[in-house]
């Protein structure tokens, strides 16, 4: 940014600034930081976009966050049941992955509590039946080697020197302890389906040991972005993972030591991940995630904050969430898709029925496809984000399912294509507000902000009172740094100097629209 000539002249007498005769005062703009899109939740239909209106009243919560929670419980609770066919062009899971990101004191947690409820309680189940279940399978591999014993036995005789066997009697031995190997006892599925901060092997293991299907979720992402799975060593092999698994791939492992190894296919693992905002500035900063196409899988919400507005005067005393008919109907929906048995195969893997996108449903869908598409050359509105916007067809079709499934049982329609590209359309414009913010530079965001407080609270402002300043201003060099910007921009002008000739008072300019 170039700079402006000095707009004014300081008296040594007075140390007021006057302004230069026939100065032509042109402040040069400064970016201001949007308002956040906002959140088409009745795109998410009567169910779910109640619920998620529901839960952002009476948690007091911003209604974009409320519905990234029960979209993401909703995925959870289907992928494991269908995926979705997009004409001849593929199928896909139903899985879906969420970034939400909320500053503290948002109240990430008490959200999350509620819209998983019905996750969390049934996770509790499974917990509290899991010892009995491993209790029984201990006394079914005491009796399965209590047998193994037995047939071993019954071919060596009961000398104290065992007879040797002929080759007739090897061949029966072995075929018999065959037969008992068909019937060994398997232990039970562990009981957790959600994850919150897994390293590459810790998801591998999970999926191997517990459900085929399961989440990983947290109202504290940052957990998992600082943790072990995605440091410096283990990031490629954790996000390299998570990839696959959005894409509906198999996942392996290779280790040197026997037994280690192995290819897991027929996973699904959905995501929800809570994050601070300069958690989130160093996340979608971050070249290998990504330059890899991992963060341009997560649909990102960021919206507008309610902190200083969540009053509870005018509020019935009485009212509670758990009352509320369409929480209860949404928990209802979820805690009985949790619930249904998942189809799977002999090997175990899920084996989802195929939602198709066809008919009307499917014009739409590419026409959708299209126009994103079209948006994502060199001059379109989508080049700044391609990641993001390349995958959105896919999302739209993996959103619709979603709405179906949970709505119907059904394939999406023409109707669910049409929400669900709402939805998208929401997640494009957020990721393009964060380019546009990102490239023209968090200071001139600061500068305004500044700018607004100072005009409504006078116009003018003396050094003697940063420390009435916004907290994130309040610091003297902070606080400099940013008027120093509103002057040389034109929107400010120093009114004294202190001893140290450094400016000790600031006064906006009138008539300046931008403040």
């Known amino acids: 940014m170039s700079k402006q000539p000095p707009m004014a002249i300081i008296d040594p007498r007075t140390n007021v600034q006057t302004p230069l005769p026939g100065f032509d005062a042109n402040p040069i703009p400064l970016t201001r930081k949007a308002p956040a899109p906002e959140y088409p939740v009745e795109a998410l239909g009567e169910l779910l976009g109640r619920a998620a209106t529901a839960l952002a009243h009476h948690v007091q919560a911003p209604v974009g966050m409320a519905a990234q929670s029960v979209l993401a419980a909703a995925s959870l609770a289907v ?14 899971p139903l899985s879906l992955y969420f970034l939400t990101i909320a500053a503290s004191g948002e109240r990430k947690s008490s959200l999350d ?4 409820k019905p996750v969390y309680d049934y996770q509790k189940e499974r917990r509290e039946e899991y010892e009995f279940l491993m209790a029984k399978y201990r006394a079914d591999m ?9 047939i071993v036995a019954s071919y060596k005789g009961h000398g104290k020197k065992p007879k040797p066997l002929t080759h007739d009697e090897q061949q029966a031995l072995a075929s018999d302890l065959a037969e008992l190997e068909k019937n060994r006892p398997t232990p039970p599925s562990r009981p957790h389906i ?3 901060e897994p390293t590459a092997e ?13 989440g990983l979720f947290s109202d504290e992402g940052g957990g998992f972005f600082s943790g072990h ?9 954790t996000i390299t993972l998570l990839s696959q698994l959005w894409d509906g791939k198999p996942i392996t492992r290779t280790r ?15 995501a929800h991940l809570m994050i601070q905002p300069v958690i989130a500035d160093k996340v979608l900063s971050d070249r290998l995630m990504m330059g890899q196409g991992f963060l341009a899988r997560f649909l990102v919400c960021s919206d507008r ?3 200083g507005s969540r009053f509870l005067a005018n509020r019935p005393r009485d009212e509670r969430a758990l009352h509320d008919p369409a929480i209860n109907q949404f928990w209802e929906r979820i805690s009985e898709l949790i619930r249904q048995s998942l189809p799977t195969d002999e090997a175990g893997e899920i084996d989802p029925v195929i939602l198709p996108i066809n008919g009307a449903a499917y014009d739409q869908w590419t026409n959708v496809h299209d126009t994103i598409e079209e948006q994502l050359g060199p001059h379109g509105e989508f080049s700044v984000i391609p990641g993001f916007a390349s995958k959105a067809a896919d999302n739209v079709a993996r959103i619709a399912a979603v709405l179906s499934y949970v709505e119907t049982g059904a394939a999406p329609d023409k109707e669910h294509i049409n929400r669900a590209a709402e939805i998208i359309q929401y997640f494009l414009q957020t990721m393009l507000q964060r380019s546009q913010e990102a490239s023209s530079g968090a200071a001139e965001h600061d500068a305004m902000e500044l700018a607004d407080w100072i005009k409504r609270n006078g116009g003018e402002l003396h050094a003697n009172n940063f420390n009435k300043l916004p907290a994130a201003y309040r610091k003297a060099q902070t606080a400099r740094a940013l008027l120093a910007l509103l002057v040389e921009c034109g929107h400010a002008v120093v009114t004294a100097i202190g001893p140290n000739r450094k400016p000790r008072a600031w006064q906006l300019v009138e008539g300046d629209e931008n403040v």
């Open 113 to 116: 509590n509620l819209a998983m």
């Open 194 to 196: 959600l994850m919150e």
């Open 79 to 92: 992928h494991g049941h269908a995926n979705v066919q997009k004409g001849g062009i593929g199928i896909s």
């Open 142 to 150: 005491e009796a399965h080697e209590m047998r193994h014993k037995s």
């Open 229 to 237: 799975g995605m440091s410096d060593e283990a990031k490629g092999r």
């Open 256 to 270: 040197a030591a026997a037994g280690e190894s192995g290819v897991l296919a027929g996973r699904r693992l959905a």
């Open 305 to 307: 904050s309610l902190v």
């Open 202 to 214: 810790g998801i591998y293991k999970h999926f191997l040991e517990s459900l085929p299907s399961g």
